[in-house]
């Protein structure tokens, strides 16, 4: 049976602000949970700061990195998430929230 774990929420704020169609890219080493072969899910959140404004999230890409650190015959997986997150609304965002939910065989 899967099991899910949930994390977050993960606070950005962007000074200049993250304007209509850019990127902002995102990533986490060795989450508590985290499986060698897991699937995960990112979702960005924003802070809308301005009434009858669209403001929205999307996440461009998704993906896992492993690297073994290890030394000899040993073995040590450090893993680290990466997302890339574009600003689809029609306003800049200042702040926004992140969670990631991680699903483990």
């Not at 850019?22 to 699937?39: A, F, I, Q, R, Y």
């Not at 999230?57 to 450090?78: E, F, L, N, P, R």
């Amino acid at each position: 049976m899967a099991t899910v774990s949930h994390h977050g929420p993960y606070f950005y704020h962007l000074q200049n602000g993250l304007a209509v169609g850019s990127p902002d890219n995102h990533s986490w080493d060795n989450p508590t949970g985290l499986h060698e072969k897991c699937t995960f899910i990112a979702t960005a959140h924003p802070t809308p700061v301005r009434r009858n404004v669209l403001y929205g999230m999307w996440v461009h890409d998704a993906s896992v990195g492993v690297t073994d650190t290890g030394y000899g015959d040993i073995s040590v997986y450090k893993t680290t998430l990466y997302a890339t997150f574009i600003n689809s609304g029609a306003d800049v965002i200042h702040d926004y929230v992140v969670y990631l939910t991680i699903i483990n065989p």
